[in-house]
Every structure is written in C-alpha cells, then in structure tokens.
C-alpha cells in the first residue's frame, strides 16, 4: 500500500451565528411557512431611526410592509415610510418597492397616503440601471405607478399613458427574450430574488389580466429552472452572477429562503442576507403549481440536465450580441456537479462549475477559479469607456482587485462535464497587460475528511457525499482566512458573520501556463464506502498533454473523455458540440425559439406556451 497524507478535519465545534436557524413549519404547508416569515418580520424586528442600527432595522420597505399588513407598530411603520421618502434613494429598487409597499400596506395607511406617493415619483428622479433584473424592477414600477394614477407628466418626463406602453413593451421584449434565448442574468442565487419579487407584483397588482398571466407564467418558469437545480435549498451548478461569500457557502444565498417558502425543503433562516425580500412573495395569492415543488424536491434518481442560456448584451469587442451558454448540471441525493463551458460570459462575478454537498454544514461546495480582471472584461458589458469602469466596479465590488477572491470570469478556462466527471482546463499564457498567472481551488475546512494521495488525487467526503480531484500541474496548499472585503460584504451585514481571522478553507493554488484538474464525484449510493470510492478512482488514469492542453481519462463509470483545450470534446470515440435546447432533461424541455417550455413529473405535463400565453396540464399514459 502507498503511503497517503491524510488530513482529517474536524465538524466545527459551534456554527456561526448566521446559520442558527428557525426549524422548518411541520408538513409540506405553504401556508403554514407563509405565516411564520410574516410573523417573524411583524413581530421580532423592530423599525430604528438610529443611523447606527443594523441596515436590516432602519427604515426598509421590506419591513414596513410587514408591519403594515399585519396591523402591528402602523404609526411607526408610517413614519418609516415617510422617512424613506423624504430623501428616495431614485434607483429602480426604490420605485418597484415603494409601489408594492403601498400597494399591499394601503389600507393601514391614511387615505391620502397614495397622493404622497404620486407627488413623489413626480419629483425623484428614478434611475434605470443597466443590468436585466434593474430593468425589470424599473419598469415594473412605473407601471404600477402609471396605471394607478393619471399623471401627465411623471419624473421621467412621460404621462401615464406613455409610461405605462413604455414599461408594457419592455416587460413583453424581456419574457419574449428570456423564453426563446434563455435568460441573461441566469440561475443567480442572489438576483433570483430581483426577479421574483417584480413579478409577483405584477401578478398581484396588474389591472390588466393579461399582464398578470404572463406574470404567473415566467414566474413558474423562473422556479422551474430554480428547481431542477435546487439541492436541499442549495442553488447549484454554474451561475451567471455569484458573490464571493455565496459562492463559498452556497447556505447563505438569497434564493433559499425562496425555497424555504416555495419548495418547503429547507429551514426558514432568517439570518441570511435580504432574507426580507420574501416578504412580498409571503403576501402574495400565487402559488406554485405541485409539479414545480415537486421537480424541486425529488432527488429519488439521479439525472442529467442540459439548459442554453445568454451571455449579458455584448457592446464592444465581441463579434455576437448575445452568444449562448451551455450549462450541465448532475444531479443526484446527496451531491450536484454542475457547470458551463467557460470563458468571459458575465462580469465580475461569474461561477463557472461547483460540487455541492446536501448537508446542513456551511461552506457546502468545492469549485476552482482563475482569478481575472480587465478593462477589456467590464468593457465588454458596460456602456462606458472600459478604464473609467474599471476603477468604478474596483472601488464598488472591492475584492473585484484582488488576487484571492472567490467569483470571476476568466478568458483562459474550458470545462468538459459528463454526469459525475468534470475536466477543467486552462491557458494562462497571459499577455503582458494581465495579471494572475494562476489557478485556485476551494476545499472549505467543513469536510469530514481531506486525504492527500500520492496516487497525484486529492479525496474529500462530506457526510455521505464523495470528490476525488486531480490537479494537472504541481501546487501548494495553505490554510486560507479571507476578510469580510473580500467575500463582497460589511462588518454587520444581515447574514455575513465575522470571517476574519477564522480559517474558512485550503486554498490550492497552482501556477503553470497549461493547467487544470479532473473532478470525479460519487456518493455512498453509487459506490458504497468512502474507502471504496478511493479504491475505484486510483484504477482510474489520467493523461495529460501539456503542449495540447488536453485531457484523456477513463471515468470511475468506464466512460472514456477526451477534452482539448479548443474545445475539442469527444465521449467514447463521439465528437460532442455544444448546442443545447433551452432545457433539456427528463423534467424541462424547451428548444430555441419556441417559447414554450414543457414541464414532465410522473404521467403529468404542464405546458406553458409564451406565444399566445396559455397554460394547460394533462394527464398521459
């Protein structure tokens, strides 16, 4: 037997405080979920005026909502209103919220409540943004605001009438897009939340019918592709937009207490960060059809699911407005590997591939990186000239700068996935201009073991979930802290615990030009032991062609993958091109440019048809 390093870390001996939970309401009762957030947010938070309360206690619509519509502490929920429109922050989360705020809070408010919010959108300028889910916060509250009252000129110079067609033709343009080309900020764990809640505002407050189906539909829609990528309330797989300390601890994303609510699969945590924004989706009369809950929660049998989505609106430098991505996602009980093709497909937070664990513990994932930034990169995606941008998005999304952070894109990466493998390759042959000759790897100190093989494999388990990763090239390993800054944070932020000092993980990093790993994932289901699991993979061999940058290996399953950095893929012997339907696996279907997406549990098929926007279900043998 070959001598093994084996490190053995130890369950933390206490949880942070952000991950000490409320228990789940008993059964499957969406109600009875609904009524305890409601409850939480009516009762234990308490609104202050004082500039040094925690954000989340300081006026916030989400919480004046809440108080509102529960009839508890009105006449300080009313000057907390009338607070936060004193000085409106004029950004297109202040007009979507306060319209919802009034719109479900107006009968606890004075009768002439909604002139003062009239005159306010007179007066504050509101600014659009420019990304896909600002947008459709900005239109979404104009047009609440333009059918709710006849103005003849708002703040953005328009009547009502004109407003109300502007914000109707940009909400059509974006679910025609988002149903024939796939999403551009797609499968967020924290924008999902910046679409949901738009949405069922719409489907709650819009007068005309037809606006409030086409917001039933994509909100199902949106949940669907939540679904099949949901793991216990984890949001798995690739990810267009991850910040730093989610893409480490995929517990404390935003969309899970979205699925505390929906799915009913995932304890209510009020600690994670903007936890509050499932207030509205709490308040609101839909409900999400069994068959998406369903989709969302069954995890019985393994499954493969291939999904197409956008790349964010190219400006400069591309050839293609909007080229596509292609997602692979891996899902089984206890383990999701999931992940996209690489390269710079959205700025400065984007998560190309991850393993995530179904556990309890924090820090549930393994995924590796090449840290990357460039003006190039955000000059892109941003209208403004790509050096001035640079500094911007330095100096707002501080860890964008520095080498040890945890969310990038980067031009130099290429994946290759096939059920439980992955193959991640690089080419960090950089020009002069660019930095960061290297590649990271995650391996959060949660694991119940870490074992350093002189076989060249690293193996980890966690609970009854299994990794083997083989790195390409030489690297060292270090105990990594990382800082608050650099998880994309404040000291004191709803949900993000003190991180310095506190070890979080071993960072591998590795610094030749042709690089990579092979990740093969497993679990007690499919391979019995952990020992096992190890004895399986070490049969296995790895053949790698550095001048190539090319990969050959016979999977723990018998599959033989051969992946070149030039995107040449092949599967046993089978030349495989990425072209993907929208959705594709024994749930999704949906192919390009049909705008119809077909949902499949058991003998049951739910269609919803965007393009004369009907829903049917059925019944088949």
């Given at each position: 037997?070959?001598?093994?390093?084996?490190?053995?870390?130890?369950?933390?001996?206490?949880?942070?405080?952000?991950?000490?939970?409320?228990?789940?309401?008993?059964?499957?009762?969406?109600?009875?979920?609904?009524?305890?957030?409601?409850?939480?947010?009516?009762?234990?938070?308490?609104?202050?005026?004082?500039?040094?309360?925690?954000?989340?206690?300081?006026?916030?619509?989400?919480?004046?909502?809440?108080?509102?519509?529960?009839?508890?502490?009105?006449?300080?929920?009313?000057?907390?209103?009338?607070?936060?429109?004193?000085?409106?922050?004029?950004?297109?989360?202040?007009?979507?919220?306060?319209?919802?705020?009034?719109?479900?809070?107006?009968?606890?408010?004075?009768?002439?409540?909604?002139?003062?919010?009239?005159?306010?959108?007179?007066?504050?300028?509101?600014?659009?943004?420019?990304?896909?889910?600002?947008?459709?916060?900005?239109?979404?509250?104009?047009?609440?605001?333009?059918?709710?009252?006849?103005?003849?000129?708002?703040?953005?110079?328009?009547?009502?009438?004109?407003?109300?067609?502007?914000?109707?033709?940009?909400?059509?343009?974006?679910?025609?897009?988002?149903?024939?080309?796939?999403?551009?900020?797609?499968?967020?764990?924290?924008?999902?939340?910046?679409?949901?809640?738009?949405?069922?505002?719409?489907?709650?407050?819009?007068?005309?019918?037809?606006?409030?189906?086409?917001?039933?539909?994509?909100?199902?829609?949106?949940f669907a592709d939540y679904g099949i990528e949901n793991l216990n309330g984890c949001y798995c797989g690739a990810h267009s937009r991850d910040y730093p300390y989610i893409a480490v601890n995929p517990q404390m994303a935003q969309s899970r207490i979205f699925g505390f609510l929906y799915f009913g699969n995932t304890e209510f945590n009020p600690r994670i960060r903007e936890a509050i924004s499932v207030i509205f989706p709490a308040l609101s009369s839909f409900r999400l059809p069994a068959i998406i809950r369903d989709i969302a929660t069954d995890r019985s049998?393994?499954?493969?699911?291939?999904?197409?989505?956008?790349?964010?609106?190219?400006?400069?430098?591309?050839?293609?407005?909007?080229?596509?991505?292609?997602?692979?996602?891996?899902?089984?009980?206890?383990?999701?590997?999931?992940?996209?093709?690489?390269?710079?497909?959205?700025?400065?937070?984007?998560?190309?591939?991850?393993?995530?664990?179904?556990?309890?513990?924090?820090?549930?994932?393994?995924?590796?990186?090449?840290?990357?930034?460039?003006?190039?990169?955000?000059?892109?995606?941003?209208?403004?000239?790509?050096?001035?941008?640079?500094?911007?998005?330095?100096?707002?999304?501080?860890?964008?700068?520095?080498?040890?952070?945890?969310?990038?894109?980067?031009?130099?990466?290429?994946?290759?996935?096939?059920?439980?493998?992955?193959?991640?390759?690089?080419?960090?042959?950089?020009?002069?201009?660019?930095?960061?000759?290297?590649?990271?790897?995650?391996?959060?100190?949660?694991?119940?073991?870490?074992?350093?093989?002189?076989?060249?494999?690293?193996?980890?388990?966690?609970?009854?979930?299994?990794?083997?990763?083989?790195?390409?090239?030489?690297?060292?390993?270090?105990?990594?802290?990382?800082?608050?800054?650099?998880?994309?944070?404040?000291?004191?932020?709803?949900?993000?615990?003190?991180?310095?000092?506190?070890?979080?993980?071993?960072?591998?990093?590795?610094?030749?030009?042709?690089?990579?790993?092979?990740?093969?994932?497993?679990?007690?289901?499919?391979?019995?032991?952990?020992?096992?699991?190890?004895?399986?993979?070490?049969?296995?061999?790895?053949?790698?062609?550095?001048?190539?940058?090319?990969?050959?290996?016979?999977?723990?399953?018998?599959?033989?993958?051969?992946?070149?950095?030039?995107?040449?893929?092949?599967?046993?012997?089978?030349?495989?091109?990425?072209?993907?339907?929208?959705?594709?696996?024994?749930?999704?279907?949906?192919?390009?440019?049909?705008?119809?997406?077909?949902?499949?549990?058991?003998?049951?098929?739910?269609?919803?048809?965007?393009?004369?926007?009907?829903?049917?279900?059925?019944?088949?043998?």
């Amino acid at each position: 037997m070959k001598k093994i390093l084996i490190y053995t870390l130890l369950i933390l001996a206490g949880l942070p405080a952000s991950c000490v939970v409320a228990r789940p309401a008993e059964g499957n009762d969406f109600n009875a979920r609904r009524q305890q957030i409601l409850d939480y947010y009516a009762d234990s938070i308490k609104i202050s005026f004082n500039p040094e309360a925690p954000d989340y206690s300081r006026p916030n619509f989400d919480i004046i909502v809440a108080k509102l519509t529960a009839g508890k502490d009105v006449q300080t929920a009313i000057r907390a209103m009338d607070t936060l429109m004193a000085k409106p922050v004029g950004n297109m989360f202040y007009i979507y919220e306060l319209m919802g705020t009034y719109l479900f809070g107006r009968k606890s408010l004075p009768p002439d409540f909604g002139d003062k919010v009239r005159d306010n959108l007179e007066t504050s300028t509101i600014y659009r943004g420019d990304t896909e889910n600002h947008w459709l916060q900005y239109y979404t509250g104009w047009y609440l605001a333009a059918q709710e009252w006849n103005v003849p000129r708002w703040s953005n110079g328009k009547s009502s009438e004109e407003t109300l067609k502007e914000a109707q033709d940009y909400i059509d343009h974006w679910i025609s897009l988002t149903t024939s080309l796939g999403q551009g900020e797609f499968n967020s764990p924290t924008y999902f939340i910046t679409y949901v809640d738009p949405l069922v505002l719409l489907y709650q407050f819009a007068k005309d019918p037809l606006m409030r189906k086409k917001a039933e539909m994509m909100l199902e829609y949106m949940f669907a592709d939540y679904g099949i990528e949901n793991l216990n309330g984890c949001y798995c797989g690739a990810h267009s937009r991850d910040y730093p300390y989610i893409a480490v601890n995929p517990q404390m994303a935003q969309s899970r207490i979205f699925g505390f609510l929906y799915f009913g699969n995932t304890e209510f945590n009020p600690r994670i960060r903007e936890a509050i924004s499932v207030i509205f989706p709490a308040l609101s009369s839909f409900r999400l059809p069994a068959i998406i809950r369903d989709i969302a929660t069954d995890r019985s049998q393994p499954y493969a699911s291939r999904q197409r989505k956008r790349v964010r609106f190219v400006i400069r430098y591309g050839p293609e407005r909007t080229p596509p991505v292609y997602k692979y996602s891996y899902m089984t009980k206890y383990y999701c590997l999931g992940s996209m093709q690489g390269g710079i497909l959205q700025p400065i937070q984007e998560h190309v591939w991850d393993i995530t664990f179904a556990t309890r513990r924090p820090y549930n994932t393994v995924f590796a990186i090449n840290p990357y930034r460039s003006p190039k990169e955000l000059g892109l995606f941003f209208p403004e000239e790509a050096l001035p941008v640079y500094g911007f998005v330095a100096h707002s999304h501080g860890y964008y700068g520095n080498v040890d952070k945890w969310s990038s894109s980067s031009p130099h990466e290429r994946t290759f996935q096939y059920c439980n493998t992955l193959i991640d390759l690089y080419d960090l042959d950089l020009n002069p201009t660019e930095l960061w000759h290297e590649i990271d790897a995650f391996f959060p100190l949660t694991l119940n073991q870490f074992i350093v093989s002189k076989s060249g494999w690293i193996f980890g388990r966690m609970d009854s979930a299994y990794f083997a990763y083989y790195p390409l090239q030489k690297y060292c390993l270090e105990k990594d802290t990382d800082s608050i800054q650099l998880l994309g944070g404040d000291e004191g932020s709803f949900g993000i615990e003190t991180l310095d000092k506190r070890p979080v993980d071993l960072r591998l990093r590795s610094f030749s030009t042709a690089n990579g790993c092979v990740l093969q994932a497993g679990s007690v289901t499919e391979y019995g032991s952990f020992e096992n699991f190890m004895r399986l993979v070490k049969k296995t061999k790895v053949v790698f062609d550095s001048k190539k940058i090319s990969v050959k290996y016979g999977t723990i399953n018998g599959d033989q993958l051969y992946f070149r950095y030039l995107n040449d893929r092949e599967l046993n012997g089978k030349k495989i091109v990425l072209n993907y339907p929208l959705f594709d696996s024994k749930y999704l279907h949906s192919a390009v440019n049909s705008r119809v997406l077909k949902i499949t549990y058991g003998n049951t098929v739910r269609t919803l048809d965007f393009n004369n926007f009907t829903v049917t279900q059925q019944t088949v043998k």
